[in-house]
């Protein structure tokens, strides 16, 4: 099961980590105001989980932070990621 660790986080933080940090956005209206300056690709994941999985298939850390994702989703992801195959 997973669980929620409570751990905040900002982007800033992970870019002076060293990290590159990619927004994966599917929003109804305009996000750019919400999103500029930041790396965003506009992409409708939830018709499209195949492309969501290889987007996340090489990934350190993948949060996805969405009401609309199923719990399949997740569990995929994690298994992807734990599995580190596609």
């Avoid at 905040?8 to 956005?25: A, E, H, N, R, Y």
């Avoid at 409708?44 to 949060?63: N, S, T, Y």
Wanted: charged share 25%; glycine share 10%.
């Amino acid at each position: 099961m997973i669980k929620p660790t409570g751990v905040k986080f900002s982007t800033k933080q992970f870019i002076q980590l060293g990290s590159v940090v990619q927004f994966i956005v599917h929003a109804q209206g305009d996000v750019d105001a919400v999103c500029a300056g930041k790396n965003v690709r506009h992409v409708d994941w939830r018709g499209d989980k195949a492309l969501l999985k290889a987007l996340a298939a090489d990934e350190d850390i993948v949060v996805v932070d969405s009401y609309l994702a199923e719990r399949a989703c997740y569990e995929e992801l994690v298994a992807q990621g734990a599995t580190g195959a596609g």
